[in-house]
C-alpha cells in the first residue's frame, strides 16, 4: 500500500469524473485522441494554474513525506509543464531525478538531474534526458506522472508505450505516485487491462484529488 507513509488525517478529498458530453469513445486510441483535443484546447491561463497547481501541491505532499527524491518528466506536446514545480523542489533542496529512454527506446530508468536546464536532447526526438548513470527505483520517494487520462479510480491512461506501467511497479513500497492531467481528462476511459497501473493521486488545475469509491 503506498498510502502508507500518508497522514490518513490528509488524505486528498476523491477526484470527480468528467462524462463527455458527445459521443464516449470506445477504445483506448480514441480515449488518447478525446484527451488529447481537451489538453489543446486549454487556454494560457488554465495552463498556468495546472502548473502553479501541479508545484504548489507537490512540493507540499513532497514535504510532509520528507521525500528526498521526486522523480518528474519533462513535457512535451501539450502536457502540463513541470518545470516551476522542479524550481520549487530544488528551492526545498529535494533532489530531482528525471526519465531516459534506452537506445531502442523499449526500456525506460530515472537519472539523478540537478534540473530541466540540465536535460539534453534526444537524438531525433522531442525528448529532453538527462546524463549519467540510472537511479535504483528504491532511490525514489515521489513520482510524478504524466499521462492522457485517469478515471476515478486513477487507473492511468499512458501514451501507448507502456514504459510507466512496466517500471512503476518497481517502486518501494511507500513510494507515492501522482499523475497530472486537466480535470476534463479524468474520465471514464476502457478498457483499463491488468497491465495499467493505478496511481495514488491526481493533479488537476484544480488541485491534487485521490481515487473516488467505486459504485459500479
Known amino acids: 500500500d503506498r498510502d502508507a507513509d500518508i497522514d490518513p488525517t490528509q488524505q486528498p478529498p476523491p477526484v470527480a469524473l ?4 458527445s459521443a464516449v469513445p470506445f477504445d483506448k486510441p480514441s480515449w488518447r485522441a478525446y484527451c488529447r483535443r481537451h ?7 488554465a495552463r498556468h494554474q495546472h502548473s502553479t497547481s501541479l508545484a504548489d501541491q507537490v512540493t507540499a505532499l513532497a514535504m510532509r513525506c ?8 519533462s513535457a512535451i506536446g ?7 514545480l522542479a524550481n520549487t523542489l530544488v528551492v526545498q533542496g529535494i533532489s530531482l531525478a528525471y526519465p531516459r529512454l534506452s537506445a531502442d527506446g523499449a526500456n525506460m530508468d530515472f537519472v539523478a538531474c540537478q534540473g530541466p536546464g540540465y ?3 534526444r537524438p531525433r526526438s522531442r525528448l529532453m ?11 525514489i520517494d515521489l513520482v510524478v506522472v504524466p499521462a492522457m487520462a485517469v478515471d476515478h479510480t486513477l487507473a492511468r491512461l499512458g501514451r501507448g508505450g507502456g514504459h510507466y506501467d512496466r517500471w512503476l511497479p518497481r517502486l518501494r ?6 499523475a497530472v492531467v486537466p480535470s476534463t481528462c479524468v474520465v471514464p476511459w476502457s478498457p483499463v487491462e491488468s497491465h495499467d497501473v493505478r496511481v495514488d493521486a491526481v493533479c488537476t488545475e484544480q488541485g491534487l484529488f485521490g481515487p473516488a469509491e467505486d459504485t459500479r
Open 129 to 139: 534526458e538527462p546524463q549519467g548513470p540510472a537511479l535504483a527505483p528504491e532511490r
Open 173 to 178: 513500497d511507500g513510494a507515492m505516485t501522482i
Open 66 to 73: 520528507d521525500a528526498t527524491m521526486v522523480a518528474l518528466y
Open 78 to 84: 501539450s502536457e502540463t509543464d513541470s518545470r516551476p
Open 119 to 121: 536535460l539534453k536532447a
Open 18 to 21: 468528467h462524462v463527455p458530453s
Open 39 to 45: 489538453m489543446r484546447a486549454m487556454n494560457p491561463t
